[in-house]
C-alpha cells in the first residue's frame, strides 16, 4: 500500500479568542519540546510533586490531592463525578447552560438519580434557589459549573451554597474550567470539596490535562465507597498511589503535557493571581465599552459576567458565522458563536490567559468595525 508524501506541518500561529484553546505563551510551547523522559525517572517525580504545589496554588487549597488528570476538562469532570457517585446515589446538578448540562448527562452514567434545577441559558442561580433543592432530599453530591462558557455567566454564592451543602451531608463538585487562572477561585476558602479545570482556557496551555482537586471530606467519601469506581482510567483510589508516595504505576503520565503545564502554571506564579484577575478585567472592561460602542449590547449583566468570555448579541440582520469567517480569513481571528437555544444569536469572545491582551482586544475592535463598516 502507498502513502502520500505528506508537507512539513506548518500551522498558522491564529490570534485565538474564542471560549478555549487560548493561546499558548512560547514558554510553555519551549517547555513542552524537552525530552520526553520515563514517567518514574526520580527527574519527572520532582516535576510532578511541583506541578501539584503550583496547581493548590492556583486553586487556594491545601488539598494533598491535587492532581493534573490526563485528558481534557471532560476527562477532569469524569473524575470528578465517577469517584464521589455510587450506583443508586442521588446526584443533584445545577444547570445554567451547555456544560452544567454535560454534567447532567454524565452524572446519569453512574447513577440512575440525577435530579435538575435549571435556569433559561444566561441567567444564574440565587443560592436560595439551590438550598432549598438541596432540602428536597439526601444528595450525595451537588454538581454545578462556577464560570459557564456557554453564556459567559459567573456562578457566584459559591461559599453559601457549599455550606448549605455541607449541612446535609452533600459534597459540592465544581467545574471552574473557564475561571481557574482567569478569576478568583477559592477552594479552601469558600470550601469546595471538588474541583476540576482544563489546561487550555484561562491556564492557557494546550489542551490535554485537567487539573482536579479534592478536598479531605471528598477523600473520606471515595474510601467509604461500597462499589469499585464505575471507570477504571479515573479512578482516584489507584491514581493517588502514583501521584502520592507509592509512585505505582497507574497509567503513563503525558510527560510532555506536564512540562507544559508546569510552565503554565509557573508563569500564574510569576504574574501573581490578583494581577492576573486585574489584568482579565481590565483587558475585559476594555472589550465591553469597545463593544458598546460598536452598538453591540451584551447578553449578560455586568454584575455576573465573566471577565474571561464575552457573549456579545448578534445584531438583527447580521449573520454571526459569517462574521466569524470574515474575522478569521481577513483578521486571522478567531472567536466562536453560540450553541443550543443560542445558535446564531450571540458570539462569544474568549479573553483567556495569554490571549487576554490589550493588543488583542483593540485588533478586534477595529476588526469589527471594519467588517460592521463594509456591509
Ligand atoms: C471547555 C469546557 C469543558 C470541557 O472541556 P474539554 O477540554 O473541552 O473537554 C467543561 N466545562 C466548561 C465550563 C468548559 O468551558
Do not use: C
Not at 509512585?247 to 503520565?253: C, E, G, L, P
Amino acid at each position: 500500500m502507498e502513502v502520500k508524501s505528506y508537507q512539513d506541518l506548518n500551522v498558522t500561529p491564529r490570534i485565538l479568542l474564542g471560549p478555549g484553546p487560548s493561546m499558548v505563551s512560547p514558554r510553555v510551547l519551549n517547555a513542552m519540546s524537552s525530552p520526553t523522559i520515563g514517567h518514574l525517572d526520580p527527574e519527572f517525580l520532582t516535576l510532578m510533586k511541583e506541578v501539584q504545589d503550583l496547581l493548590r496554588f492556583v486553586f487556594q487549597t491545601e488539598n494533598e490531592l491535587t492532581v493534573p488528570i490526563s485528558g481534557t476538562g471532560s476527562a477532569g469532570m469524569e473524575a470528578a463525578l465517577s469517584n464521589f457517585i455510587e450506583p443508586g446515589d442521588n446526584v443533584l446538578v445545577a444547570v445554567l447552560g451547555y456544560f452544567g448540562e454535560r454534567l447532567y448527562e454524565m452524572a446519569g452514567r453512574y447513577t440512575d438519580n440525577v435530579d435538575r434545577i435549571e435556569r433559561p441559558w444566561g441567567e444564574v442561580f440565587d443560592p436560595d434557589e439551590i438550598k432549598t433543592a438541596l432540602g428536597q432530599k439526601k444528595y450525595k453530591v451537588l454538581a454545578l459549573v462556577h464560570a459557564e462558557t456557554s453564556t459567559g455567566v459567573l456562578q457566584k454564592g459559591i461559599a453559601e451554597i457549599a455550606e448549605a451543602a455541607h449541612q446535609q451531608g452533600t459534597l459540592l463538585v465544581m467545574d471552574t474550567v473557564t475561571s481557574l487562572g482567569g478569576m478568583p477561585v477559592e477552594i479552601d476558602n469558600w470550601d469546595v470539596d471538588v474541583a476540576f479545570s482544563a489546561t487550555q482556557k484561562s491556564m492557557s496551555g494546550p489542551p490535554g490535562l485537567a487539573p482536579l482537586t479534592v478536598s479531605p471530606r471528598a477523600r473520606e467519601v471515595l474510601r467509604n465507597r461500597t462499589t469499585p469506581v464505575g471507570n477504571w482510567y479515573f479512578d482516584l483510589s489507584l491514581l493517588e498511589k502514583y501521584w502520592g508516595d507509592e509512585r505505582t504505576y497507574h497509567h503513563t503520565a503525558p510527560i510532555n503535557m506536564n512540562y507544559g503545564l508546569r510552565e503554565s502554571l509557573r508563569l500564574v506564579a510569576e504574574e501573581g493571581l490578583e494581577e492576573r484577575f486585574a489584568r482579565h478585567r481590565a483587558n475585559a472592561e476594555m472589550l465591553w465599552a469597545g463593544l458598546e460602542d460598536l452598538d453591540l449590547s451584551l447578553m449578560v449583566p455586568e454584575e455576573y459576567r465573566l471577565t474571561t468570555l464575552t457573549t456579545p448579541i448578534v445584531p438583527p440582520g447580521v449573520d454571526a458565522l459569517e462574521v466569524r469567517q470574515q474575522l478569521l480569513n481577513n483578521y486571522n481571528l478567531e472567536i466562536a458563536g453560540g450553541f443550543g437555544p443560542l445558535v446564531g444569536k450571540i458570539w462569544r469572545i474568549g479573553l483567556m490567559g495569554y490571549s487576554s491582551r490589550r493588543e488583542n482586544v483593540l485588533l478586534l475592535l477595529a476588526a469589527l468595525r471594519e467588517i460592521f463598516a463594509n456591509r
